[in-house]
């Protein structure tokens, strides 16, 4: 995987899925992975950035505990596992890593519970700096409590795979609110239940396709409806700085994506950028 801050030494600063090669490699790289990638660059924290190509990546870091600078170039696909996205890279190695994209943000994980190993944005090296998360600031009206395990509204901030909010009423949670005590005007949300070793709980569980955004400071509202796919997705949140800064913001589920098995109804995160 991508090494976190301290890590970043020559040969080893890149550990994104190493995997051998599989069949169809050259076809997807043709394929240009569906456009997601080609020509982006993802600026990280501490220096880190993550360039793609049609078929090769290149990572470039310094270590900021010796300033030392690596570069790194690596053959890689795409590989989507039901509705879930892994970057597979052509040296033969460890695991894949699952991706979360949407507009400028990137998020890797290299393992189940885990936060981002890689987080990062496509504006410039400064763009984490407009990266906010708030463990604190959700509630929810309900929430899923499986034996020991709570799927509460706090797993909205946390950012790690498999831990998702997960509403805790009968049925499909039609109704089932979020509560954010702060207002922005823009939120990404990745919806879901989304893991890493079990990809195939995406579509086995339920979630939104419909929401409603209501700014409570003006009581403007603004009606959303989401793509079915993990990756981040923006919603902008009705109302403006000087008159809704001082209240929070309620989401409300209003149509979700059935389940292929359960009912219960998942939120990945949302974050603040």
Not at 6 to 27: E, K, M, W
Not at 91 to 104: E, H, P, V, W, Y
Not at 141 to 166: F, M, Q
Request: charged share 25%.
């Amino acid at each position: 995987m991508l090494m976190s801050r301290g890590a970043l030494t020559v040969g080893i600063s890149l550990g994104l899925a190493l995997l051998s090669i599989p069949s169809g490699f050259a076809q997807e790289d043709r394929d240009c992975h569906r456009g997601l990638l080609k020509g982006e660059t993802y600026y990280g924290d501490y220096f880190d950035r993550v360039k793609f190509d049609c078929d090769e990546l290149t990572h470039g870091g310094i270590d900021p505990m010796t300033g030392e600078r690596s570069v790194q170039t690596y053959r890689y696909r795409l590989e989507r596992r039901g509705k879930v996205d892994f970057v597979v890279l052509s040296q033969a190695g460890s695991a894949d890593d699952l991706m979360l994209t949407g507009g400028d943000l990137m998020f890797l994980y290299h393992g189940e519970g885990e936060p981002p190993f890689f987080r990062a944005a496509k504006r410039g090296p400064n763009a984490m700096e407009a990266f906010y998360y708030f463990r604190d600031a959700f509630s929810a009206s309900s929430y899923l409590t499986e034996g020991d395990v709570i799927y509460g509204p706090e797993n909205l901030g946390s950012h790690a795979t498999r831990k998702p909010w997960v509403e805790g009423v009968p049925g499909q949670g039609i109704g089932e609110e979020i509560h954010i005590d702060r207002w922005f005007g823009r939120l990404w949300i990745s919806i879901g239940f989304v893991s890493y070793d079990r990809p195939e709980l995406y579509e086995l569980n339920s979630r939104p396709k419909t929401i409603r955004v209501v700014s409570e400071a003006t009581g403007e509202e603004r009606v959303v409806e989401l793509e079915d796919t993990p990756n981040l997705q923006p919603i902008d949140v009705p109302g403006d700085w000087e008159s809704a800064s001082d209240g929070g913001i309620r989401i409300i589920i209003e149509e979700v994506y059935p389940g292929t098995r359960w009912e219960d109804t998942a939120v990945n995160f949302i974050v603040f950028f």
